[in-house]
């Protein structure tokens, strides 16, 4: 005996013939690759903070690098716990530009000129809108892109950078500096610790990861950033862990020293800090955990 159709399970089947019937068979959609936007924006008390992706890329082996004084396994381990594999890390370069309404000023030049006028152009910016650039220290991914075919990058800017770390810099035989650095000499304002470049705008000292390393605090209308620069290079292998010696560190036990004293700042008064190797978009918080630091990535807080 054969069992009746009910009227939901025929309008069910006419409803999936009639779809399947409509929708024709399309080729399927071209693979387009990985992208991630070169800029993230976000309102910091009356001033604009933009933070600019002008690089990134995966290196091998990053505890040739990183931890150096920790033995593999406890590298590994850490590395398990945090989910990231330990054989390979990916580096992330993002300078960071502040329009205060009256000055836009960019805090280090990435990697190449044309790297950070590419994501300025992104961000809505040419290069001879900048009118104050600030170099955190003299590293080439910081200075590279100073100079765009033997001509100044920024041609309407001047120049603001650490006393100790220029100083530093005159000192040795370095290629880049005396090309991309050095030139602008006249133009630059030598800053020591605790010095202003523009209202709202403190430099601090934070040696060891070069001999003048700084880290900069931005304050308007009751709301702080510190942008950190290479403070920590990486948000587990050296935020996470601040006594892990790092390669690119000149001096490691200093550095580990600046590392403490700022990261204990910044989980203390709970401020928001823009890292130059912090995973894109590079805005996060910090709080202790044990006798480390824990990164909490931005979610919506630079959005209220």
Same mark, same amino acid.
Request: proline share 5%; hydrophobic share 45%.
């Given at each position: 005996?054969?069992?009746?159709?009910s009227?939901?399970?025929?309008?069910?089947?006419?409803?999936?013939?009639?779809?399947?019937?409509?929708?024709?068979a399309?080729?399927?959609?071209?693979?387009?690759?990985?992208?991630?936007p070169?800029?993230?924006?976000?309102?910091?008390?009356?001033?604009?903070?933009t933070?600019?992706?002008?690089?990134?890329?995966?290196?091998?082996?990053?505890?040739n690098?990183?931890?150096?004084n920790?033995?593999?396994q406890?590298f590994?381990?850490?590395?398990k716990?945090?989910?990231?594999?330990?054989?390979?890390? &990916?580096?992330?370069?993002?300078p960071?530009?502040?329009?205060?309404?009256?000055t836009?000023?960019?805090?280090?030049?990435?990697?190449s000129?044309?790297?950070?006028?590419?994501?300025?152009?992104?961000?809505?910016?040419t290069?001879?809108m900048v009118?104050?650039?600030?170099?955190?220290?003299?590293h080439? $991914?910081h200075? /590279?892109?100073?100079?765009?075919?033997?001509?100044?990058?920024?041609?309407?800017?001047?120049?603001?950078?650490?006393?100790?770390?220029?100083?530093?810099?005159?000192?040795?035989?370095?290629a880049?500096f005396?090309?991309n650095?050095r030139?602008?000499a006249?133009?630059?304002?030598?800053? $020591?610790? /605790?010095?202003?470049?523009?209202?709202?705008?403190?430099a601090?000292?934070?040696? /060891?990861?070069?001999?003048?390393?700084?880290?900069?605090?931005?304050?308007s209308?009751?709301?702080?950033?510190?942008?950190?620069?290479?403070?920590?290079?990486?948000?587990?292998?050296s935020?996470?862990?601040?006594d892990?010696?790092?390669?690119?560190?000149?001096?490691?036990?200093?550095?580990?020293?600046?590392?403490?004293r700022?990261?204990?700042?910044?989980a203390?008064?709970?401020?928001p800090?823009?890292g130059?190797?912090?995973p894109?978009?590079?805005?996060?918080f910090v709080?202790?955990?044990?006798?480390?630091?824990?990164?909490?990535?931005?979610?919506? &807080?630079?959005?209220?």
């Amino acid at each position: 005996m054969t069992k009746p159709i009910s009227r939901r399970s025929m309008l069910a089947a006419t409803a999936t013939v009639s779809m399947s019937a409509a929708v024709p068979a399309w080729a399927a959609a071209p693979m387009l690759g990985a992208a991630t936007p070169k800029f993230n924006r976000f309102k910091l008390g009356a001033f604009e903070v933009t933070n600019l992706l002008v690089g990134t890329r995966t290196v091998e082996n990053p505890h040739n690098i990183f931890g150096l004084n920790v033995s593999d396994q406890e590298f590994e381990a850490a590395s398990k716990a945090a989910l990231i594999p330990s054989d390979k890390v &990916q580096f992330f370069f993002t300078p960071t530009v502040v329009n205060t309404g009256e000055t836009l000023i960019l805090f280090d030049t990435g990697l190449s000129a044309e790297s950070i006028t590419d994501a300025l152009g992104e961000a809505g910016y040419t290069a001879d809108m900048v009118d104050h650039v600030i170099i955190t220290h003299m590293h080439g $991914d910081h200075v /590279g892109g100073m100079i765009n075919g033997g001509a100044a990058t920024f041609p309407n800017a001047v120049y603001s950078t650490g006393a100790v770390e220029f100083d530093a810099w005159t000192k040795v035989e370095n290629a880049l500096f005396d090309s991309n650095v050095r030139p602008f000499a006249e133009k630059t304002t030598m800053m $020591d610790d /605790g010095a202003s470049a523009f209202s709202g705008h403190t430099a601090m000292a934070a040696f /060891g990861h070069t001999p003048g390393h700084m880290v900069h605090m931005i304050e308007s209308d009751g709301h702080a950033l510190l942008i950190t620069a290479d403070l920590a290079n990486h948000y587990i292998w050296s935020l996470a862990h601040p006594d892990w010696e790092v390669t690119f560190d000149v001096d490691k036990a200093a550095a580990a020293v600046s590392r403490r004293r700022v990261l204990d700042m910044l989980a203390a008064d709970k401020i928001p800090f823009a890292g130059y190797h912090m995973p894109w978009p590079g805005v996060g918080f910090v709080e202790t955990r044990g006798e480390g630091f824990h990164y909490v990535p931005s979610s919506y &807080q630079m959005m209220l």
